[in-house]
């Protein structure tokens, strides 16, 4: 069975900061990770997704994820927030064989002026 | 082009009655997933059709529930005797295969008064 665990249920930053959202998982087997984002009242759309290769992914809005196997982690980063950034932001993971998506709680990014 | 679509946007029912959800996958899509996004559980996988394969239903949560995908296309998820536990927001999304992207849809409202 596998896991996704966001920590930060809630995380306030101000414009122009930067931002660290939490993900860390738990499988047995080599996992695919994605990150996507849910704007108000609107669908879930994907961010960023990593499958192999190149351990830092870059994705769109400026966002960027690094995979740490040994640490079994995929945190998502911006180095600076604007306003249109305020969403409810989901890791979550999938395998080969097993591609239905396992996603954590969330982390709802709030972006303060 | 189209994304995925589901109707009902919105939909009030009452305890005990059968509600059916459809879903528009994107044209040419093999892959069609339902999750179900709730306050007390957050995203959660509910059923995923693969081609022609036979579809892996193991996060149903109960008899209760049902899905069909005919002609590899259209899907419709039934709910029997709706519990107010049912309330939540459905959705679905498709993909090119194993390892693409998932592209949902704007999802069902469900209440269950």
């Known amino acids: 069975a596998q896991s996704v665990t966001q920590l930060d249920s809630q995380v306030p930053v101000f414009e122009e900061a930067p931002v660290e959202l939490r993900c860390n998982y738990s499988?047995?087997?080599?996992?695919?990770l994605f990150w996507y984002v849910q704007y108000p009242n609107q669908g879930l759309q994907l961010l960023l997704k990593y499958l192999s290769g190149s351990t830092l992914v870059k994705g769109i809005n400026g966002f960027e994820a690094e995979f740490n196997k040994s640490q079994t982690s995929f945190h998502l980063r911006k180095p600076s927030v604007h306003i249109s950034d305020t969403a409810e932001y989901f890791c979550?993971?999938?395998?080969?064989?097993?591609?239905?998506?396992?996603f954590g709680t969330g982390t709802r990014l709030t972006i303060i002026p | 082009g189209a994304g995925v679509s589901q109707s009902p946007s919105n939909k009030v029912t009452e305890k005990g009655k059968d509600v059916e959800l459809r879903c528009d996958p994107i044209?040419?899509?093999?892959?069609l997933y339902w999750y179900r996004q709730s306050l007390g559980q957050g995203l959660e996988f509910l059923i995923y059709f693969q081609g022609n394969s036979a579809p892996d239903k193991s996060g149903l949560p109960s008899d209760r529930f049902s899905a069909e995908r005919t002609g590899g296309s259209v899907s419709t998820l039934t709910i029997q005797r709706t519990q107010q536990e049912d309330s939540a927001v459905y959705l679905c999304?498709?993909?090119?295969?194993?390892?693409?992207?998932?592209?949902f849809g704007p999802g069902t409202r469900l209440l269950v008064l």
């Open positions: 044209s040419g899509h093999t892959a």
């Open positions: 499988s047995s087997v080599s996992v695919y």
């Open positions: 979550a993971v999938s395998n080969f064989g097993n591609e239905k998506l396992t």
């Open positions: 999304a498709s993909s090119l295969g194993v390892t693409e992207t998932q592209y």
